[in-house]
């Protein structure tokens, strides 16, 4: 740190991987990285893919994951009509995928899986099913959607997967979340 204390870094892929909750794309994405690219519409795009209800299949932009946490059911706490987590000394409004998109759940477990998005100093947790990987693919829109928090579809990973749409969906929710907080 700036003042001299020791501070602890954590590798959050590195972790995943070894516990089994990311595959192995990790240093492939890396080593993609350093190759040029010949086309910027063809550019690879790195992906969190997550399943939603028993077998609903995901993808967001890595790039708006501000962090992934698992947190115990039992943290969550109710404010007016919003189930919340106290994060970081804040009160951060929770997102049930599922639910939104009235999948269902696939499972009953004590802990649940929480993509965080953060803007302008505040923070959304996105309740999802499972993390299933990290991916860097070239993704191509093939069935859009007009369906809000739903960009559309497209093949990843040979499989077909929805793409969220994270601003879409918390405006559907909470259609003031990205108004000026002050």
Do not use: W
């Not at 189930?83 to 939104?100: A, E, K, N, T, W």
Request: aromatic share 4%; with cysteine; glycine share 8%.
């Amino acid at each position: 740190m700036g003042d001299g204390r020791v501070a602890l870094i954590l590798d959050v892929l590195g972790l995943a991987q070894a516990s089994n909750v990311v595959g192995e794309n990790r240093e492939r994405a890396v080593n993609d990285k350093d190759q040029p690219h010949t086309s910027a519409a063809a550019e690879k795009q790195t992906m969190l893919v997550f399943q939603y209800g028993q077998d609903g299949r995901m993808a967001m932009n890595l790039s708006l994951v501000a962090r992934l946490e698992e947190f115990k059911k039992d943290t969550v706490e109710k404010a007016g009509d919003c189930q919340v987590v106290q994060y970081r000394g804040h009160i951060m409004p929770l997102i049930r995928v599922s639910d939104f998109l009235q999948a269902g759940s696939a499972k009953d477990t004590d802990t649940m899986q929480v993509i965080v998005y953060s803007e302008q100093a505040r923070s959304v947790g996105l309740v999802v099913d499972r993390i299933l990987d990290i991916v860097e693919e070239v993704i191509v829109l093939q069935k859009p959607s007009k369906r809000a928090g739903l960009l559309g579809s497209a093949v990843i990973q040979q499989r077909v997967t929805d793409l969220l749409d994270v601003r879409g969906l918390i405006k559907a929710v909470n259609p003031t979340f990205f108004e000026n907080p002050n």
